[in-house]
Every structure is written in structure tokens, then in C-alpha cells.
């Protein structure tokens, strides 16, 4: 107990905090730069017809052209965190509107969004303003050059259950003993200089599967423990620039990067922020206070409160899958939200029939009509965007005059490589299922076997 | 000295970031080693053992039934007439060998919705005869033009071969009508040259080039082309949609040749067939979808993919051979035939369109933006 409460006493330097609030800011404004200018809000947010929302989010649509208001909102928040100005709107302003964001459609999920959405709820809680920032520059009282240790530790925290519970994931037996997904994924990029022909060789599927899988589980020590820390950092670098050249992900390979600084001592941030200070000719008199030792303590429990029970939910939450039969990645109950990144490879086709439960007549939809290519795509593989556009079309039909309207969904899907299979029990009529928490007893059983987490 | 490391780190990801583009860049490495599978052969093996060939007799088909229909109103005559419906048979049978080559100068002018949307618009026809005012590049005009009109002026104007000559020799608009049958035919031979053209001068050798990996490579294109194809033209337009798969109710008028009637069938074999030769790279077998699937399936040790798929073609391919050669009357009598032929169509586009493409690592239509 005493060890505890000994724990949460202690103090640090406030650079790193400091430093990993600047690039955490800086990478999600230019990420929402990115994403305006390849011009996908129009095409993601703004012309599909309908939005596959996530369950108990229903209320959240995107907003037609307001949907650039709010990313332009996201867009300025995030560069008002990167410089520490007005901090404590900023940061809640940027969870809700990128939060937000992300809850418009689950078509885009990814666990990098996830990632980011998680980082700026904690950081809510967190004194990242107190130190090389404009709100300390303008008020001696906010400004301390120490903080409480735990709360760099947490965004620490974070970034191990983010590594370690992919490296968990990867340990199944479709990825170590039959080297899938990557054996579908690396032949198909024989163009690259260099790699192409050695990404043909099976050895080479295997030697990725196993180092991916050890990398997760291994870097969050490697990165804790000082004597190994500048060899992970490296690793860290390496690693995400070539999944970077491997595979579409955007900017998460440098969020990641840039996030793992966190783990340096705080030299390190000093210098970073000396230079930053040269790079803009920031008088170094103007944050002369700071290296007073100037202890920020908490007068609130509230903080430590929120960030260590937000701490065990992550702990915990990706193991919900365990409360579901069947396999994990056949159905997908407890699949989002829990750090499995770039872990299958699944493709489907599904066709819904539209039946008068009265007279018999039937006929098929064409998907197009209705979803956007990568709606449809997505759609055709989890069971849960399967149910929701049943609904959708058994009222679009319903509006249209039909009555007496079933929806069937005739599926198949291939998972890792195998043959596809028949998904969705196709003699049930999904007008009848509402979407619920419980396991969708209505998806056909998956045929094989997956071992491991 | 760490401050410095960290500075090079920082320097090689800002190289790195300048130079992945978005797309993978193109690749004009082309792998050579022997363990690799040859994606530029399987494009030349492709392109000029297949697709050339088959728009150069294509073109002549073209260019035959042009002529013929100039003959014809030179001089219409049943016997004219018969002889350009024989000539207008054969070219339309042999389109199917180039349909599915949506790509380059054939997607750019929209090559095979000019030639061939059914069921063709009788009253655009006679619209466009009677105030002679029309221009068939238009987008609206595409249900008025190509092989179904044709079908329409020389087997849908009246019940006999005579009264069908009437109208382009007694009827007081006569010249319009010869005019407007010479337009559509000149326009099919015109499109057919410009596509193959356009592979003859240059796009062949871009085409085989474009070895990259990325959605705007040869091979992602040209596979999501042909699997389009074979859903959307193939499997439901020449059987779903007139069997009344996506309606309430059957849609024999929707057939393709509905006027001609008695060949519907004959379409749909020569188009399986296309389809099934494509995907074993022509009649000799060079590279191909199939010989990519076996190198692949040497990695994978999985299901003989190609073999499954080859099956298909062929269960589909003998139910089809079973229907009635006019698919109004096959609709008619026992339309559960079509719908038996639909479900062996279909089989064969999850196939091609989940596992092959699982197995390939294409996306289907490929939206460009993130993943995990």
C-alpha cells in the first residue's frame, strides 16, 4: 500500500509529456489534412446513401456538408494541442470531434483510429500543457517543470497492452504454422525493388509470421528496460516503415514511431525541445521558469481515478471474445476493439433476397445500388453490417409499397485462404433478428479449426 | 551523440515518407527469378494471344457486316436482308470474344455499353428515324444503338421478312430508315477500329508494362474488368435479369436478340466460352489466371483452386447447353432451367470473385484508402 501511494507521489521531468503532446498533435493534423485532400470525406462521409453505425451509436450520422466543419474543428484542435494553447478545451474538443468521427460509419474502423481516439480521451487527464507549451508561457501558475510520474506511465501503459495484445493475437495457428494471411499478402507485391522476389519464398512467409508476432510481444519490454531501449527504438523504426512499404496504413507506422519517444528519459525530450526552441527562435528566458523545480500536484483524485479505471477496461475488454462461441474470426463477436491489426485476410460475396412472406415472389438486390465499394466489401464479411443492411433494405422496400417483406442474405466467405464457405444462414429471415450484444447463432458454423488466441 | 541517432532516424522516415507514393509507385522491375510467378508474360500472353486476335477478327466481322448492310441499302431485298442477318449473327457471336475487355481505349469510349445494351429502345429507334436528329456518342442514346438496334431494323419491323424490307423501300420514310441501319452498323466497324488501333499502336506495350501491383496495375484492372463481366453482363444480364431473378416477375423481353429470339443461347455459350479460354490464357494455355493460381497454390498447398473453377465453367457450361435456343420460349415453358443455369453461373462469380481474388490479392474495385 505504502509502495503504491509511494508510486503515485513521485515526480518527473514534464518533457516527455511535453514533447509526445506536440507530435501526437502535429500527426493527427496532418493525417486530417490527408484525409481531406485525397478527397475522402466526399467519398466516405458524404455520397454513400447509407452508414453502417456501430451498435448503441446509431444516433451518430455524418452531417452532409457539416462533416467538413467537423473535421476542419478536429483539424484546428489538434494543432491547438500541438502548441498548448487553451490545452483542456483543445484536447476534450479533439476526442469528441475525431470520436465522432469515427463513429459515423464502421465501414472505415480501424484500430488506428481506435488508437488515436484512446490516446486523446487519456490525455484528457493528463498535464500536458504544463511545460514548453503556449497556455504555461501565458500563465506562470500552469506551468511546472515536474509531473506526476504516473502520468506519463499511463500513455507508456498504453502503448504495451497496444503491442502486446497484437502479439497475442498473432499466436494462433493459421498465422504461425500455416504463415497466414502473410503467405496471400507478401507474393501479391512482387513489385517492390528489392523485396519482390524474396517476398515469393515460403521461408520468408514464415520468418515475417514469427518476427511480427515476436516483435508485438517482445517491444514493450525491450522499450521499458534502458539497456535495450535505443536497439527497440530502432526496431520500432524499421519495423513500421516496412509495414509502411508492405501495406495501405496510412500514418500509423509514424504515430507509432513517434509515440514510442515516450519511453526515453527525459534528456533526450530536453534536447528535442531545445532544438524545437532554435527551429523557431523561441527564447529560452521565456520558459526559464520551468527549470525551477516546480512540482505540479494534483488536487483532484479525479484524474488517476478515470485514467486507471480507463487502464483495466483496456485490460480487459479485448478478452470479451472468450464470452462467444465459435471461432473469432469467423464471426467476428469481440473482434474490434482489442489490437488485431492486419491479422486475416477475408473476402465474401453476399446477395440479399427480398421475399413477400405472402405470395412467395422474390428477387435479389443489386448491392450496388445501395453501398459504396468498400461498403460492400466490408459488408460481405462481418455478420453484424450484414444484419444492419437487411434491416435497411427490408424498409427501403417496404417504402417502396412491397409488403409482407422478408430478407434472406445468401453468403459466402473465404477466411485465410481456405475455400469460401456459406456465411449466413440463408433460410432466416434477418427482418426478424435484432441486433443485440448476444452470439449471432444465425451465422453457419465455421468449418475448421483455429487454434490459439 | 543519441540526439544525432535520432536525427538520422528521423531524416531516413522523412525519405521513406517522400518516397512510398500512395499507390506503390509504378514497378518497372520485373521479377526474374525462376521461383517467381511472370505477371509481364501472363499480360503479353494475354494481350496478344488473346485480346488482339480476337478484336482483329472482330474487326473483319465488323467491317463484313458494314459492308453488308451497305449492300443492303443499296439495294434492299429479302435476299439482302437475309444475307445481313447472317453477317450480323456472326459479328454479334463473336463480340462476346472481346466484351469483357473493358480496358484502355474500349472503358475510355465505353466500347461494349455502345455495342451492346438490351433490351434495345424501339420507340428511341423510331424517334430518332422520324425527326432524323440524333447523335449516338450521347449517354442516352445507348439503348438506341450497337447489335441490339441492329436487331431491332432487321428482325423486329415486321412479322415477315418482306414486310421488313417494306420499310426501307415503300414506306415514306424509307431513306431514313437505310440511314439510320448504315449509322449503326458504321458505328459498331468505327468503335471496333479505334479499340484495336489504339492496341496496335502503343497500348499493348503499356498494357504488358504495367506489371504493378497497385488497383491502377494491368492485372488488378483487367481481373476486376473480367470479373465484372462475368457477373454483371454475363451472368445477370443474359440469364438473371430475364429469368426475373432481381424481380418480382420473369422479363423475357429483357433477352439478348429478343427480335432475332433464336439465338440467345448461342450468345451465352460463345460468352462462357470466352470467359473459360480467358481464364486459361487462350487455346494454347500460356500464362494465365490459372497458371497463376498454381504457382500460388505451390506456396499455399491449398485447394486446387483452378481446377474448381474449370469444373464450373464446364457444369455451367452443359446446363446451359440444355436450354432452348430462344430464352423466350425456355422462360416460358420452364423457366426453371434458366434460374438451374443462373446458380451454376453463380457458383462459378463467388468463386472467381472471392477466392480467386482472395487467393490473387486484388481488391474488388478498389476504393483507395486505408487498412489495417
Known amino acids: ?453 | 551523440m543519441k540526439y544525432w541517432k535520432l536525427l538520422s532516424v528521423f531524416a531516413i522516415l522523412l525519405v521513406i515518407f517522400a518516397c512510398t507514393s500512395e499507390d506503390g509507385g509504378p514497378g518497372d522491375n520485373p521479377p526474374t527469378g525462376n521461383d517467381s510467378f511472370d505477371r509481364g508474360a501472363m499480360l503479353a500472353n494475354w494481350a496478344d494471344n488473346i485480346i488482339v486476335p480476337s478484336f482483329t477478327s472482330f474487326e473483319s466481322d465488323a467491317g463484313t457486316l458494314k459492308n453488308a448492310t451497305n449492300l443492303f441499302v443499296d439495294a434492299p431485298s429479302v435476299q439482302n436482308l437475309q444475307q445481313l442477318r447472317l453477317l450480323w449473327e456472326k459479328s454479334y457471336v463473336n463480340f462476346q470474344n472481346v466484351a469483357m475487355f473493358d480496358i484502355g481505349k474500349a472503358e475510355e469510349i465505353r466500347f461494349r455499353d455502345r455495342l451492346n445494351i438490351y433490351p434495345t429502345s424501339a420507340s428511341k429507334i423510331e424517334g430518332f428515324i422520324a425527326n432524323g436528329n440524333y447523335n449516338l456518342e450521347l449517354p442516352s442514346t445507348i439503348d438506341a444503338q450497337g447489335f441490339p438496334a441492329l436487331d431491332y431494323m432487321i428482325n423486329g419491323l415486321g412479322a415477315t421478312d418482306t414486310e421488313i424490307v417494306d420499310y426501307y423501300t415503300i414506306n415514306a420514310n424509307a431513306s431514313a430508315y437505310k440511314e439510320y441501319l448504315k449509322t449503326l452498323s458504321e458505328t459498331i466497324a468505327q468503335l471496333t477500329t479505334n479499340v484495336l488501333e489504339d492496341w496496335n499502336n502503343g497500348y499493348r506495350d503499356a498494357f504488358v508494362a504495367n506489371i504493378s501491383s497497385s488497383a491502377s496495375g494491368s492485372v488488378d484492372k483487367l481481373a476486376n474488368d473480367y470479373i465484372f463481366y462475368f457477373e454483371k453482363s454475363l451472368r445477370a444480364g443474359k440469364v438473371g435479369i430475364p429469368a426475373g431473378v432481381f424481380s418480382n416477375e420473369v422479363l423475357p423481353q429483357k433477352v439478348e436478340a429478343f427480335y432475332k429470339k433464336d439465338i440467345s443461347e448461342k450468345l451465352l455459350l460463345e460468352s462462357i466460352n470466352a470467359c473459360k479460354r480467358f481464364f486459361n490464357g487462350g487455346n494454347n494455355g500460356g500464362e494465365s489466371f490459372k497458371t497463376y493460381l498454381d504457382f500460388l497454390n505451390t506456396i499455399k498447398n491449398g485447394a486446387d483452386l483452378a481446377t474448381i473453377i474449370n469444373t464450373q465453367f464446364d457444369v455451367a457450361l452443359s446446363k446451359a447447353n440444355t436450354l432452348n435456343a430462344d430464352f423466350t420460349q425456355q422462360i416460358a415453358t420452364d423457366n426453371f432451367q434458366m434460374l438451374e443455369t443462373y446458380n451454376e453461373l453463380q457458383r462459378n462469380v463467388i468463386l472467381l470473385k472471392v477466392d480467386m481474388l482472395q487467393a490473387l490479392d486484388i481488391n474488388v474495385d478498389y476504393v483507395d484508402t486505408d487498412g489495417d
Open chain 1, 1 to 453: 500500500m505504502s509502495n503504491i501511494k509511494k508510486y503515485l507521489n513521485k515526480s518527473t521531468s514534464a518533457a516527455p509529456l511535453a514533447v509526445f503532446r506536440i507530435f501526437f498533435g502535429l500527426m493527427l493534423f496532418f493525417s486530417i489534412v490527408r484525409f481531406w485532400a485525397y478527397g475522402w470525406i466526399d467519398k466516405l462521409y458524404i455520397q454513400p446513401k447509407f452508414f453502417f453505425s456501430y451498435y448503441g451509436f446509431e444516433w451518430i450520422k455524418p452531417l452532409g456538408n457539416i462533416t467538413y466543419i467537423l473535421y476542419g474543428i478536429c483539424a484546428i484542435s489538434a494543432l491547438l494541442v500541438a502548441v498548448g494553447l487553451k490545452y483542456k478545451y483543445a484536447i476534450v474538443t479533439l476526442f469528441l470531434s475525431f470520436t465522432y468521427i469515427e463513429l459515423m460509419d464502421k465501414t472505415t474502423y480501424l484500430n488506428h483510429y481506435y488508437f488515436i481516439s484512446c490516446v486523446s480521451f487519456l490525455m484528457i487527464f493528463l498535464p500536458a500543457n504544463s511545460y514548453f507549451s503556449l497556455d504555461a508561457k501565458l500563465d506562470q501558475k500552469k506551468a511546472f517543470s515536474k509531473i506526476p510520474n504516473w502520468t506519463i506511465d499511463s500513455i507508456k501503459f498504453l502503448l504495451c497492452i497496444v503491442y502486446f495484445y497484437a502479439g497475442l493475437a498473432k499466436l494462433n495457428s493459421d498465422w504461425l504454422i500455416k504463415a497466414m494471411p502473410l503467405k496471400i499478402w507478401l507474393p501479391s507485391k512482387y513489385d517492390l525493388p528489392f523485396l519482390g522476389d524474396l517476398l515469393q519464398q515460403e521461408w520468408v512467409h514464415y520468418a515475417f509470421s514469427w518476427s511480427g508476432a515476436l516483435y508485438d510481444l517482445a517491444i514493450p519490454f525491450l522499450l521499458l528496460y534502458k539497456r535495450t531501449r535505443w536497439s527497440a527504438f530502432a526496431m520500432v523504426v524499421i519495423f513500421h516503415l516496412m509495414t509502411r512499404v508492405l501495406f495501405p496504413i496510412g500514418v500509423f507506422p509514424y504515430v507509432m514511431i513517434v509515440s514510442a519517444l515516450i519511453f526515453f528519459d527525459a534528456r533526450l525530450h530536453q534536447k528535442i525541445i531545445r532544438s524545437i526552441s532554435n527551429l523557431f527562435r523561441i527564447k529560452s528566458n521565456s520558459h526559464i521558469s520551468y527549470f525551477e523545480e516546480n512540482v505540479k500536484k494534483s488536487r483532484s483524485k479525479i484524474p488517476l481515478l478515470v485514467v486507471s479505471t480507463f487502464l483495466v477496461f483496456q485490460l480487459l475488454f479485448p478478452w470479451r471474445y472468450l464470452l462467444y462461441p465459435d471461432e473469432l474470426f469467423w464471426t467476428e463477436e469481440g473482434y474490434r476493439f482489442s489490437w488485431r491489426v492486419m491479422l486475416m485476410e477475408k473476402a465474401g460475396y453476399a446477395q440479399f433476397k427480398i421475399k413477400d412472406k405472402k405470395s412467395g415472389e422474390q428477387f435479389f438486390v443489386d448491392n450496388s445500388d445501395f453501398l459504396n465499394p468498400l461498403q460492400e466489401k466490408q459488408m460481405s464479411t462481418q455478420p453484424d453490417f450484414i444484419l444492419q443492411y437487411a434491416h435497411y433494405l427490408g424498409e427501403h422496400f417496404k417504402s417502396q409499397g412491397h409488403r409482407n417483406v422478408q430478407v434472406f442474405a445468401e453468403s459466402y466467405v473465404a477466411l485465410n485462404g481456405r475455400l469460401s464457405d456459406p456465411y449466413i444462414n440463408p433460410n432466416i429471415d434477418l427482418m426478424q433478428i435484432e441486433e443485440s450484444l448476444r452470439h449471432k447463432d444465425w451465422i453457419l458454423p465455421f468449418e475448421d479449426e483455429i487454434k490459439g488466441f
